[in-house]
């Protein structure tokens, strides 16, 4: 009777050992049954070879036993070393990201804010629980990217009360809640993410007022010669964007960050100079893009270049040519100077992507500076640029050669210079306050300025070429003192498809309907005729 009830303790103890590794796969939630199953199982096993020690003793002695033995030795080794492998590579994750727009790895700007984030951020997911997998993967990256990043994914059906606290609408909403502020966002592009994460941790929207009243580009702007691209890129790095006319307003918003002036056809009034240098001298932030002289009906702005100059930053008459060749990658010719390498400062920090100034002129720092304002080039064309002074016989159509007794300039040509210069008094305190949190900002407050030798760079038509639209918020965000916003942004992923001419599917065609069975059968036809 005993050694019955033994043997139904070995059968009982193996099925409830089959069913526990069967919950463990159809259902791994149910973690407690499937350890309670596990362990009653071993136990009724342990029970069975108490009673039978003898026949397990006996058993040992044949070489099947001890064959068997060594087996699952082996096998129980081979499972300890693959679990033991699965929890090492559990705590030490990495990922490969292999598209050609990296667009499952955050990009460094995100890198960087999370690297910056000065207190914890809360990121809370409301959706279905069947629709967390896709959230967990993305605002994992943050998480893992960060230790100030913790993220909760909340059933909005199980946990209503919470949801009706957080003001939740839709199924997929997602709060990010940073010191009693909170920023609502209902995507998971890395961009709209980041883009909230930067708000709630600032607080308050920054402001770019972008001038107008002398012919520059309009911020508002849908056709290839507008701005409304960088625009809408400078809301996701917090800015709000208005237009200043400053011969109606007499001087510049106290709660202006940058100010900007795309492109100016014709010359700024005095008043308008007097209130951009008093700006300037009360700690103000701003960004000139001047275009070359290629029109003799639009000359230089005269007392703009002189108001620079007193900065620092010396403005050329001229047309950067670039007869390297790299244009051609572009579809540009070598009017259109491409810039690769770049001087060391904040604004091209770690930047190394390719970008295009269609018809620039030279913007370089004045030696001996003024009064201290030592200007930097943060852009430069490549060695075989130069610039080119005679303007008229470009434009013409002309062939042009490098020609240094007229006055050329052999490459590299700075055609980006920037300066910031430290300032005292109370105007220079109240824009050191608009410039940001005090944890932030450094100790002396600075007027900063930078100078770029083309407009249509950052132009609808143009801003999509590789680095273009980073260097110009680059630039936004070092005169904003947003340092850990100068990066390079998420791409959108990249339409991979080709397109090919009539004349190249022709082609295709025949080369695979006519050549290569013509040549297979050919080498059949070969083979044969040999063993023949």
Do not use: C
Not at 40 to 50: D, F, K, S, T
């Amino acid at each position: 009777m005993l050694n019955r009830i033994l043997g139904f303790l070995g059968w009982f103890g193996s099925l409830l050992v089959f069913v526990a590794v069967g919950v463990w796969i159809v259902r791994p939630d149910l973690d407690t049954l499937r350890r309670t199953l596990a362990f009653a199982g071993l136990a009724n096993i342990l029970l069975y070879g108490a009673g039978h020690w003898r026949q397990v003793l006996r058993s040992f002695e044949r070489k099947q036993t001890r064959y068997g033995l060594f087996a699952g030795t082996g096998v129980i080794l081979a499972l300890a070393i693959l679990s033991g492998l699965n929890w090492m590579l559990s705590r030490q994750n990495h990922r490969w990201d292999l598209t050609a727009a990296q667009q499952y790895s955050l990009s460094d700007q995100t890198r960087q804010v999370l690297e910056t984030l000065p207190a914890p951020v809360r990121i809370l997911v409301f959706a279905r629980q069947l629709d967390f997998p896709p959230y967990e993967d993305r605002l994992g990256q943050y998480a893992y990217e960060s230790d100030q990043v913790s993220v909760d994914y909340i059933d909005a059906d199980r946990q209503p009360m919470l949801a009706r606290q957080y003001e939740i609408e839709t199924y997929g909403t997602i709060v990010f809640e940073h010191q009693e502020r909170i920023e609502r966002v209902s995507s998971l592009a890395e961009q709209d993410l980041t883009n909230a994460l930067i708000s709630v941790v600032e607080g308050e929207e920054r402001k770019v007022y972008f001038l107008e009243g002398h012919g520059e580009k309009s911020h508002t702007g849908a056709d290839e010669g507008g701005y409304s691209t960088v625009t809408d890129a400078l809301g996701f790095d917090n800015f709000g964007v208005e237009t200043l006319i400053l011969a109606q307003r007499g001087s510049v918003p106290e709660d202006a960050t940058v100010v900007v002036t795309a492109g100016p056809q014709t010359d700024f009034l005095p008043d308008e100079l007097t209130a951009l240098d008093q700006y300037l001298e009360g700690g103000g932030k701003l960004l000139v893009m001047l275009d070359p002289p290629i029109d003799t009906g639009t000359p230089t702005p005269e007392g703009l270049v002189e108001l620079l100059a007193n900065w620092g930053i010396s403005i050329g008459d001229d047309v950067v040519v670039d007869a390297s060749g790299m244009g051609q990658f572009l579809g540009a010719d070598a009017s259109v100077p491409i810039a690769a390498n770049y001087p060391i400062h904040p604004i091209t920090d770690r930047f190394n992507l390719l970008t295009a100034y269609p018809l620039a002129r030279s913007v370089a720092p004045i030696s001996p500076s003024p009064e201290g304002r030592v200007a930097q080039s943060f852009i430069e064309t490549g060695s075989q640029s130069w610039a080119e002074m005679d303007v008229a016989g470009l434009t013409g159509g002309a062939e042009v050669l490098l020609d240094e007794e007229a006055g050329d300039l052999p490459g590299p040509i700075a055609i980006g210079a920037a300066v910031s210069v430290a300032v005292d008094g109370t105007d220079a305190e109240a824009a050191e306050a608009i410039d940001g949190p005090e944890a932030d900002a450094p100790a002396s407050p600075e007027a900063r300025l930078a100078v770029i030798g083309d407009s249509d760079f950052a132009s609808n038509a143009v801003v999509g070429v590789s680095g273009n639209r980073d260097m110009f918020l680059n630039t936004v965000n070092w005169l904003a003192r947003q340092e850990n916003l100068i990066a390079i942004r998420a791409r959108d992923p990249e339409d991979r498809r080709l397109t090919l001419t009539a004349d190249q599917q022709r082609g295709i065609l025949v080369l695979s309907l006519l050549l290569i069975p013509a040549a297979t059968a050919g080498a059949g036809f070969y083979t044969w005729w040999r063993r023949r």
